[in-house]
């Protein structure tokens, strides 16, 4: 049932970076700046603890799934992410090593042992620090307004693009983080997620992170 | 090597007709000649929708999701979704009044025919269609029991007065048969859902989650 976890994991990494351009934006033409900007934070930022409240959107439902959780992660690749309500679910990568664990059950997975595991928490690392916009398997459109970059992602990989239509990422201008993201499905049913109290670089003990 | 081909299939079929009305009356069953109680359905006729969590174990691997099941008003329809917790959709199957199914949506990873073919028949147990008819009628004290045949299939389902079904079998004794355990009836409908396989280690369990009004 490994196979089984792919699809949470693409989910999970497009959670860590957020299809028309939203109104009041304007497109960026020249993205180095930004770029080079975002890599800058990411590069300084040793930890992040947000909460964050996800919203699912169904077509054939009339009101959203909102669901709340804490969000930990700790340089070089250690990420701890716990649904609180109105379900409990924790997944926690380490060391190469993937736990997921909820209200009965619980699933290990030695993501060393898989090479679709091990690039999938690459992208989701790289996804939480901003570097994703360095992959290429992603093409970008970048816009903007006064407080915020938008960024819309294309999956150009095959795996990805049978579960993915976009991913769109709001940025602040002023701490070069993400705020919100965005991932569309194939069908346009859409799980939005947003960060709030998000604190940076400050210290998270490393038993946060225990896959034992 | 025909007849003797033939003979089995023959003395299969026989037993796998004999065997669920025998395993009626051990259990203390009566068969009554005319079937004079109602299918009382797994979801009121108010319900409109409800979250679950949903655990799925097939041998040593366990699976978990959220489920949702929505009541399609103007269709008279009900839509079951499988999503992950994180929120991508996994499966999406709609269930017809008239007792037909349509899988609207199956993620690429478990998008075989014999895994949506099992799962849109599990489920399909718990929306039997308006078409659907009782044709026997077993009963032990305040319990009953409906054989219910729709589209070409028979099914079981165990009742009780106050409650709608508290276990629904498919028939025959054939291997990855299914048995639904329905337990906690609440506003709306079954807390707990269980599927079960004979033979198979292969259980989907679902929990109802209390969720902002829609339980």
């Known amino acids: 049932m490994q196979k089984g976890l792919f699809p949470l994991m693409v989910f999970l990494l497009a959670s860590f970076v957020a299809a028309a351009q939203p109104p009041g934006f304007k497109k960026v033409a020249d993205t180095a700046y930004i770029r080079q900007k975002i890599n800058e934070v990411a590069s300084k930022t040793n930890s992040i603890n947000t909460e964050f409240v996800q919203e699912k959107n169904l077509s054939f439902l009339d009101e959203k799934i909102i669901s709340k959780g804490i969000l930990l992660y700790k340089k070089p690749d250690m990420l701890r992410l716990e649904y609180i309500s109105p379900y409990s679910y924790l997944l926690i990568i380490n060391n190469g090593k993937l736990h997921i664990k909820s209200d009965d059950s619980e699933i290990k997975v030695d993501l060393e042992s898989s090479k679709m595991f091990n690039e999938i928490n690459d992208l989701i690392i790289n996804s939480i620090q901003g570097k994703i916009l360095n992959m290429p398997d992603l093409s970008t459109e970048f816009y903007e307004d006064d407080n915020s970059f938008f960024i819309r992602l294309h999956p150009e990989q095959e795996e990805l693009k049978k579960y993915i239509n976009t991913i769109e990422l709001f940025i602040g201008k002023k701490d070069y983080t993400v705020t919100n993201f965005k991932v569309i499905e194939l069908s346009d049913d859409y799980t939005l997620i947003k960060f709030i109290n998000k604190k940076i670089n400050e210290e998270i003990p490393d038993e946060r992170f225990n896959t034992e | ?215």
């Open chain 2, 1 to 215: 090597m025909k007849r003797f081909l033939t003979s089995v299939l023959i003395l299969s079929s026989l037993l796998l007709i004999t065997q669920s009305c025998g395993s009626l009356r051990r259990q203390g069953y009566k068969k009554e000649a005319t079937v004079h109680r109602i299918l009382k359905p797994v979801f009121p006729p108010d319900f409109d929708k409800s979250l679950y969590n949903v655990k799925i174990t097939f041998g040593k691997n366990v699976f978990t999701s959220l489920g949702i099941i929505k009541y399609i008003a103007a269709s008279g329809s009900y839509k079951l979704a499988l999503l992950s917790e994180a929120g991508m959709r996994l499966f999406e199957v709609e269930f017809l009044n008239d007792g037909s199914s349509k899988v609207n949506y199956t993620s690429d990873f478990m998008n075989k025919k014999s895994v949506v073919k099992k799962l849109s028949s599990d489920f399909r147990l718990l929306f039997p269609g308006e078409a659907s008819t009782a044709v026997k009628y077993f009963a032990k004290d305040e319990n009953y029991v409906l054989r219910i045949k729709e589209n070409g299939l028979k099914d079981y389902y165990f009742l009780k007065e106050v409650t709608g079904p508290v276990k629904i079998r498919q028939r025959g004794c054939t291997f990855g048969r299914t048995t639904v355990i329905l337990d906690n009836y609440g506003n709306k409908g079954p807390q707990e859902i269980v599927f079960k396989h004979k033979m198979i280690k292969f259980e989907i369990s679902f929990k109802q989650i209390d969720y902002n009004g829609w339980n």
